[in-house]
């Protein structure tokens, strides 16, 4: 390499106060990858995010190493369902493989109001885990005040506080559920549907 005015080579060394590089490409990232070191990291793809692996940086997909994948499962309940919660929960998440438990983490309800209002004694719904012997490993929280309407209604359910073994999570499957009580009466019509959307993560035990 030819010396510069400073007494060294180009490109100027680190050492001297350079970079040692002679060329970059768009996104290009400078880092020290060793003492008296630059090297550059070229640019990640779409959606990628700058982590650290062995003490120096670079670019991996999400989810990083120790997350997991936030899912979505979609189920419509029809009249005849929503009339029959109490007796007969419906599955909206399927058992997991073993070893392995699907948590919830948020529930979305959507009830598209029919002709005439549901009537209920108590309107509590939640959504729970169900074990393989069909006992309740832990809930959501619950609603109430709102299936008996004769607009369009959204709830929300948010994970409540639980213990339990993880034996029992191993393996269970989401449902939704009316809590005690009657059945739903009311829409005579029996037009009044239920869009149900639950957000659940995928751990290992």
Do not use: C, H
């Not at 007494?7 to 990858?33: A, C, F, M, R, W």
């Not at 419906?90 to 959507?110: C, D, Q, W």
């Amino acid at each position: 390499m030819s010396k510069n005015a400073w007494g060294s080579s180009d490109p100027v060394e680190e050492t001297k106060g350079g970079t040692n590089q002679s060329t970059y490409t768009t996104g290009d990232i400078l880092y020290s990858d060793a003492s008296n070191s630059l090297e550059k990291l070229g640019i990640g793809s779409t959606d990628q995010v700058l982590a650290v692996s062995s003490g120096i940086p670079s670019w991996q997909t999400l989810p990083l190493s120790g997350t997991a994948n936030l899912e979505l499962q979609t189920t419509t309940l029809t009249n005849s369902q929503i009339k029959n919660l109490v007796a007969t929960p419906i599955t909206v998440v399927t058992a997991g493989s073993a070893g392995e438990a699907k948590i919830f983490v948020r529930g979305v309800l959507k009830l598209n109001a029919g002709s005439e209002a549901l009537t209920t004694d108590n309107e509590k719904i939640e959504l729970y885990w169900v074990n393989g012997s069909g006992g309740k490993v832990a809930s959501s929280t619950s609603t109430t005040g709102w299936m008996d309407q004769t607009t369009d209604q959204i709830a929300l359910l948010g994970a409540s506080s639980a213990t339990d073994a993880a034996a029992d999570a191993e393996g269970a499957a989401i449902v939704i559920k009316k809590q005690s009580g009657t059945e739903f009466g009311g829409n005579a019509s029996n037009d009044a549907t239920m869009e149900v959307a639950v957000y659940y993560t995928t751990i290992s035990l």
